[in-house]
């Protein structure tokens, strides 16, 4: 008897040949961009250094595209970005010490948000590892325990042998749903040192489906049919899955409203008669929440920003679908159900019964009405203009990316995203600088599409220098920042908690000049100029900046009481 595992493919007489006789010149460099393109990576991002010149030498001999940026933490965001919008994992190359430790920030948005991230560093000369203290430059104790709080998996390689399998195995550990940054290391002497062994042909790192049980989805689709007040949370899970169709056909099935988090926008139409939009943060929305009978979460765990600031308190029935099984019930006791959020509504769709509720639009009108209504009492025109703007200069099928300024909070809350995985920010960790970085891996993702970036002129100072990397590579980014003299959250923040604000205002550069100092064009825009300036530096080829002088405010919370 023959079974499955038993059969192993048989090399054809060309690979033979070429494994017998593998060209010369080739270093453990080699064995790593071969792994990469044997796994169907086309494009890296990185940043060399002197422990990884043996990778970035072998760049040279693959057909792998390099996009370099100036910061190793902005290489992270472009490669987060690039992980998110095409749902491959995004190969980022670092060097040892101060190189790989300037990633962190990065692979911790990636985590957050669940990105697909494939750090491979240079590490020391292999007789420094093990935590002896050796001297090396860059060396660290134990450069791995940096990254192991942070990432998925850590992966250290001591041989050239070992390379294409620890690879591959980070490349099925980033892609295996929840999906999410991974590292591997690899010493500057295995790096460096010529290697006979054979071409990487070929690397199988098929990702594992996580798969709900069925006892748990029929039980799932027994309260959901028969529920008389269900209700839908649609968060980031269901983009990373692609699973916004078999949403929208289960909330239509069970004539159930929903709403997505900020790291789900998109993920459900906006203008759908069941549509609650995004409107999270606030009391409205949470109490309409609460009331649901059986509230079905799907791809969130009901963090901070989710929860309206952990105010939410649901009084029915919760049933949540979580791919990362440290998220399930860690907010609210639920019918836990640990899964990919496209084979979990997947197993529902086929299972629910179909049940008829006519007042749910009218009720999802209601809750909008009131929403409208506490944002229009508070004379945020300015703000609401400025967002309205931006939706009309944007094509409806550009990605943007938004770094963590008032803009960005506003747009969590009221922006249209007009489709699934194309508005991208860093809730996830919250940390600045990551909108124009990560516009440069979406524009690498896809340069037949233009792509925004929005930031305001504190988180625009954090990778100013990407312009170079923006002309360099004539990607069309056009960035957007929003210029009020500070790190204006901060500054409202700490005039509402202490009176004065203390440490918030900046010295800034004039960043149409400093734009166009690195060939890039720019232009200095009004809130009644800004469509039509956006508009046009959006249709306009590679990279532009539009800077917008203005003081925007938030629109108050409502989870204080």
């Given amino acids: 008897m023959t079974h499955d595992h038993d059969l192993v493919l048989r ?18 460099g080699d064995l790593v961009v071969e792994t990469l393109a044997g796994l169907g990576a086309t494009t890296v991002f990185g940043l060399p250094g002197q422990h990884a010149l043996g990778m970035f030498d072998a760049l040279r001999r693959s057909a792998l595209r390099y996009v370099g940026l100036r910061v190793e933490n902005n290489a992270g965001f472009a490669a987060d970005a690039y992980g998110r919008i095409t749902g491959e994992a995004a190969p980022l190359l670092l060097s040892t010490g101060p190189g790989a430790l300037t990633s962190l920030a990065a692979l911790q948005e990636a985590a957050a948000a669940s990105a697909p991230v494939l750090a491979i560093s240079s590490q020391i000369p292999t007789p420094g590892l093990g935590g002896g203290r050796h001297g090396y430059l860059h060396e660290l104790p134990d450069q791995a325990a940096s990254f192991r709080g942070v990432v998925k998996s850590v992966h250290t390689v001591r041989t050239q042998s070992q390379i294409p399998s620890a690879i591959a195995a ?55 049919s028969r529920a008389a007040r269900p209700a839908i949370i649609a ?34 139409p906006w203008n759908h008669p069941l549509s609650l939009q995004s409107w999270l943060e606030d009391r409205h929305t949470t109490d309409f929440l609460e009331d649901a009978d059986v509230l079905l979460v799907v791809g969130s765990g009901l963090g901070e920003l989710s929860s309206n600031y952990h105010t939410f308190k649901p009084r029915g029935r919760v049933v949540q679908i979580e791919a990362d099984l440290g998220k399930l019930e860690s907010n609210h006791p639920a019918l836990g159900i640990h899964a990919d959020a496209r084979l979990a509504l997947q197993a529902l769709l086929e299972t629910v019964e179909e049940r008829t509720d006519e007042s749910a639009p009218q009720r999802v009108r209601e809750v909008l009405s009131q929403v409208t209504a506490r944002i229009a009492a508070q004379e945020l025109t300015l703000e609401q203009n400025v967002l309205a703007s931006v939706r009309r200069a944007l094509p409806a099928d550009s990605p ?20 699934p995985n194309t508005m991208h920010s860093a809730q996830g960790a919250g940390g600045l600088g990551y909108g124009f970085p990560a516009a440069l891996g979406a524009a690498a993702a ?26 360099q590579y004539n990607l069309p980014v056009t960035w957007l920042i929003v210029d009020d003299g500070g ?15 203390t440490a ?24 009644e100029t800004l469509a039509e300036d956006l508009a046009k530096a959006l249709a306009s080829p590679g990279p532009s900046v539009v800077v917008l002088p203005a003081v925007l405010r938030m629109f108050a919370p409502t989870h204080l009481g």
């Fill in 11 to 28: 090399p054809t007489a060309a690979q033979i040949s070429t494994a017998l006789n593998p060209p010369p010149g080739r270093n453990g």
């Fill in 170 to 224: 980070a490349w099925q550990s980033a892609l295996t749903a929840p999906h999410g940054p991974v590292w591997v290391e690899i010493p500057q002497d295995v790096l460096l040192a010529e290697t006979s062994l054979p071409v990487v042909t070929a690397m199988d790192a098929t990702p594992d489906d996580l798969v709900p049980r069925p006892e748990l989805t029929a039980v799932a689709a027994d309260l959901l």
């Fill in 235 to 268: 968060g980031g899970g269901v983009v990373r899955s692609d699973a916004s169709g078999k949403l929208k056909a289960l909330a239509e099935k069970l004539d159930a409203p929903v709403v997505t988090t900020f790291g789900g926008k998109g993920a459900f």
């Fill in 400 to 419: 943007s990316c938004w770094d963590m300024t008032i803009l960005a909070y506003w747009a969590w809350s009221a922006f249209d995203a007009q489709g």
């Fill in 446 to 471: 896809d340069p037949g599409r233009p792509v925004l970036a929005v930031s305001g002129d504190g988180g625009a100072l954090y990778s100013i220098a990407e312009l170079a990397t923006a002309r």
């Fill in 487 to 501: 790190y204006g959250i901060l500054r409202e923040y700490m005039t509402d908690a202490f009176g004065e604000a």
């Fill in 504 to 527: 918030t205002e900046l010295t800034r550069p004039d960043y149409v000049a400093l734009a166009e100092s690195f060939g890039v064009p720019g232009v200095r825009t009004t809130p």
